[in-house]
């Protein structure tokens, strides 16, 4: 039985589209925490944020994950915060193999500008937003198994190096 890959990094990033091409690639599940947090709530982690708080968000979160952790055979794209709680970071070094899709603050910026569902970036300046949330989780995204540098890469580009990496 092949451990569980887990995609992690910056909101943005594209762990939800890497992820999905990646369980077709590898005929494994995918899960989608944010969208499974989602539909459980019956509402969009924007609102959550909004009508809840993010501590509210982070105990679902944490919840949701762990109980995905648990499953066999399946792609996950953990949230963009998701790496940071020890826990969920515990179960995935342990029996999962993670993947850090890395991207430059600058290129996040250019798919950023066109969106206004990320709660953590609703106000204030963008970049500074983004170049602070990137400074307190890249040392919990560098303890990832492998880091992947994305900024010139292609989906199908990345997909190769984490199927290369994975199945080796």
Not at 38 to 55: A, V, W
Not at 59 to 87: C, D, H, P, Y
Request: net charge positive; charged share 35%.
């Amino acid at each position: 039985m092949k451990k569980n890959l887990i995609l992690t990094g910056m909101m943005g990033v594209g762990k939800s589209t890497i992820g999905r091409i990646l369980s077709k690639k590898l005929n494994m599940k995918f899960a989608d925490i944010d969208k499974i947090i989602e539909k459980r709530e019956l509402t969009s982690i924007k609102d959550i944020f909004e009508n809840r708080g993010e501590r509210y968000f982070r105990k679902i979160e944490k919840k949701v994950t762990l109980k995905i952790l648990k499953k066999e055979n399946i792609v996950i794209a953990l949230g963009g915060g998701a790496f940071i709680n020890q826990s969920i970071r515990y179960v995935v070094l342990r029996n999962c193999v993670s993947f850090w899709l890395n991207m430059d603050v600058k290129n996040l910026i250019q798919r950023f500008n066109k969106t206004k569902n990320r709660p953590l970036l609703a106000s204030g300046d963008l970049e500074e937003n983004l170049r602070e949330i990137y400074k307190k989780r890249i040392k919990f995204y560098k303890l990832a198994n492998y880091n992947l540098r994305c900024n010139k890469l292609s989906k199908g580009e990345i997909v190769k190096k984490i199927l290369d990496l994975y199945e080796n």
